[in-house]
């Protein structure tokens, strides 16, 4: 059963960046999936930020593109997201989250989410 | 950007009840198309990929059907559980996105 577990700042200050990473457990992160953070305002809808595969190959929404990285650690089993530039706008529960294998399919796996907040 | 639009936005409805939700798209995503359900506090939990495959685990009463634009969602006798928020997602083409969110509440 593979598990996700997000970790980072719970707050951060408004035009400062936003560090999350996600540990995978119970598979491994060079697996034939590729590799999500989605967020979600409180209160709104869902809104996905990117994905990147164990290669390190990305796809990234082009609303946060010039200012998201998404990266991976295979020797760590884990990923990473970095949003700079941040304001209150990016509040948000940040989920990380495992693709089918084929990522057109949806996300099967989800990270319990951990809220950031962009306040000073 | 391809937008997804739910209906209803909020829907009521008693135990036993059958429930349909609508999910169109802005343009066509053949089938491309995942539901999931969210509860409060939680993080979403995927129903149904490529428009009407159940994910493993999920119960039967949950099937989905769909092609193109419009996309249904078919749960045929709520239980006290489903009572939750649901979300369709497409993956036919970046940026992935979801729609608004139909919300299901008891009656």
């Known amino acids: 059963q593979v598990q996700l577990q997000e970790s980072g700042p719970g707050l951060v200050k408004p035009s400062g960046t936003l560090s999350l990473t996600c540990a995978v457990s119970g598979g491994s992160i060079s697996s034939s999936n590729w590799w999500s953070w989605v967020r979600q305002p409180p209160g709104k809808g869902l809104e996905w930020i990117g994905e990147?595969?164990?290669?390190?190959?990305?796809n990234y929404n082009p609303s946060l593109k010039s200012r998201v990285t998404i990266s991976v650690d295979k020797s760590k089993n884990q990923f990473s997201l970095k949003l700079s530039s941040v304001t209150a706008a990016d509040t948000a529960v940040y989920y990380c989250?495992?693709?089918?294998?084929?990522?057109?399919?949806?996300?099967?796996?989800w990270g319990q989410g951990t809220l950031v907040t962009v306040s000073s | 950007d391809i937008q997804l639009t739910q209906s209803p936005s909020f829907l009521s409805a008693s135990v036993g009840d059958r429930v349909t939700f609508t999910c169109r798209a802005s343009?066509?995503?053949?089938?491309?198309l995942a539901w999931y359900q969210q509860k409060p506090g939680k993080a979403p939990k995927l129903l149904i990929y490529?428009?009407?495959t159940l994910q493993s685990g999920v119960p039967s009463r949950f099937s989905g059907s769909g092609s193109g634009t419009e996309f249904t969602l078919t749960i045929s006798s709520l239980q006290p559980e489903d009572f939750a928020i649901y979300y369709c997602?497409?993956?036919?083409?970046?940026?992935?996105?979801f729609g608004q969110g139909t919300k299901l509440e008891i009656k």
């Open positions: 997602q497409q993956g036919n083409s970046f940026p992935f996105t």
């Open positions: 343009q066509a995503i053949s089938n491309y």
């Open positions: 990147i595969y164990h290669s390190g190959s990305t």
């Open positions: 989250a495992r693709d089918r294998v084929k990522t057109s399919e949806g996300i099967d796996y």
């Open positions: 490529i428009a009407s």
